[in-house]
């Protein structure tokens, strides 16, 4: 599960991403997340806490 900041590409958080190759785009340098994915990781992540506890 990715953090909401992470890498709008692949995933990956700012500090370790560095250059990143990912199918569609390639190569990559971090890119700034949508308002809507930031919104859905938070979601899933709200979500699978909630899963866990009793």
């Given amino acids: 599960m990715s953090a909401p900041s992470a ?3 692949c995933g ?5 991403h560095f ?3 990912k199918q569609p785009v ?3 340098s971090w890119e700034q ?4 994915q930031i919104k859905a990781r938070m ?3 709200r979500q699978a806490r ?3 506890t009793p």
Avoid: F, L, N
């Fill in 19 to 21: 250059q990143q190759w």
């Fill in 50 to 52: 909630t899963e866990v």
């Fill in 33 to 36: 997340p949508t308002q809507a």
């Fill in 26 to 28: 390639g190569w990559h």
């Fill in 7 to 9: 890498c709008r590409w």
């Fill in 43 to 45: 979601i899933a992540r």
């Fill in 12 to 16: 990956i958080e700012q500090r370790a």
